[in-house]
C-alpha cells in the first residue's frame, strides 16, 4: 500500500493555502464532501471564499456533509453546522438543500444516524468496496488522538458496519454523532488538517518512528495514498524532520 501523503508547510497561513490547494484539486462538479468540525479549520473555509479560490470551482454544485457534529441546535456555537454555513457555506451561496447538516442533537439519535447514512448513499457513488465513497473528507485530530467524533474508548470505533452513528463519549460527558471508519476510509481523498504547538505531541505519535497505533487517528493509515495530512511547522515540531522555519 502506498504511504499517506505529509506535507510539512512553515507558517500557518502557508499550510492553510496548501490544504486550499488539495481541496480544490479534489473537487469536481456534483462532488460530494464532508466537513471537518472543531476550530482548526474555519481559516481554510474562509481563505476557500476567498475570490482566489472561490471561482476555482462551483461549490454550489457541492454536495455537503459533516463527519460529525455535536449534540447541539443548529444555531449553538459549539455546532459545526453552524461554522461551517457561517465560514464558507453561506458566503459561497450553497443552495439549502445541497448542505446536509448532521442531526446529532435529534431525539432518536440513532434513526437520526440511519437516515443522514441514507442520504449519503443517495448522492455518494459506491467505491470499490460498494461503500459511498465521499470525493473529499476533511479532518481535523483532537490532542488525544481522536478524529471526527472517534474518540479513545467508544463505541463507534469498533462499527463494521454503520456508516454514522450516535456515539457516547464518556470524557466529554456528552453524545455526539459521527462518521464511521468504513465511511471514512472509502473516501477517494482525505485531507487531515492539523495546526498549533498543541498538537506537535499528538502528531509525533500518529506519524513519528514510534507510532502509537491504538490512536483512533492512526487508522487512517489503512487509506494508503488517499490520505493527506498537512500540518504547519508548529504541528510538526516533534516530527524527525520538521521544516526549516524562515
Ligand atoms: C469536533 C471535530 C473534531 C476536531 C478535533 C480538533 O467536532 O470537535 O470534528 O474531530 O477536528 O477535536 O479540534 P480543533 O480543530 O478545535 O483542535
Redesign the pocket.
Known sequence: MRKCGISIVARLDEAVQDAAVRVVASVRNRSTIAL??????KRLYEALTAPSWRQRVDWRAVQWF?????AVPPDHADS?YRMARESLLDPLGVPAGQIHRMPADARDADAAAMAYEQAIRSVAAPGPDGRPALDLVL?????DG?????FPGTAALDETERLVVANDVPQLNTR?M?MTFPLLLAARSIVVF???A??AEIVSRLLGPRRDTNLPAARLREAGHRVTWVLDAAAAARLETPPAVP
Not at 459533516?66 to 455535536?70: F, I, K, L, P
Request: without cysteine.
Open positions: 471537518a468540525g472543531g476550530g482548526t479549520p459533516w463527519g460529525d457534529e455535536r459545526n479532518l481535523g485530530i483532537g490532542t481522536h478524529t471526527a467524533s472517534l455526539r459521527t492539523v495546526t498549533g498543541d498538537k
